[in-house]
């Protein structure tokens, strides 16, 4: 995927914890539909802050754990569109949507380390799922950028 203008695309990233059975971790968002209200951990790049130390805050204030080894950084960054009826009122219009680096982590703790409310309200519930299932589990305009995320861990969960 190609990015047209960086500065219009806030910088993120994105986590693909992996844990028992290769599955992947995944979070409910609260108040969204059920069926498409299901995702990796995602956050913004603080200023001053590396992507991975963004992606090793997120792990924290997200899944409540920094119980994770990396194992790989996507070798691009990957970027989506938010349509404008989903652009948060805080963006003020200044972002077209979201620009993620991507990172596969090994989960080294047991499910009693994770504590979603450990930050906030990011996430009300959390499931481990095949990778194969994750396209699946998010909303539409999200899709291409998980394809791309699957395929290139795809060795990792398989």
């Known amino acids: 995927m190609s990015v047209p203008r960086l500065d219009r695309y806030r910088p993120n990233v994105g986590l693909m914890l992996i844990g ?14 059920a069926d498409l209200a299901w995702q990796m951990p995602q956050g913004g790049i603080d200023k001053g802050e590396t992507p991975i130390e963004a992606a090793c805050r ?9 119980k994770a080894l990396l194992l790989r950084e996507s070798r ?12 948060p009122k805080f963006w003020k219009g200044k972002w077209r949507g979201q ?6 982590l090994a989960f080294t703790g ?10 906030g309200d990011e996430f009300d519930a959390w ?16 899709r291409p950028v998980y394809e791309a995320v699957v395929k290139e861990f795809a060795d990792l969960v398989s």
Not at 20 to 33: E, K, Q
Not at 58 to 66: A, F, R, S
């Open 20 to 33: 028992p059975g290769r599955r992947v971790f995944v979070g409910h968002r609260p108040g969204m539909p």
């Open 127 to 142: 499931r481990w799922v095949p990778a194969g299932e994750l396209v699946g589990l998010i909303v539409e305009f999200k």
């Open 58 to 66: 997120e792990l924290g204030e997200e899944v409540g754990t920094t």
């Open 99 to 104: 620009r993620q680096k991507w990172f596969a």
């Open 76 to 87: 691009e960054w990957l970027a989506y569109d938010v349509p404008k009826a989903a652009s």
């Open 110 to 119: 047991s499910d009693a380390d994770i504590d979603i409310a450990a930050h």
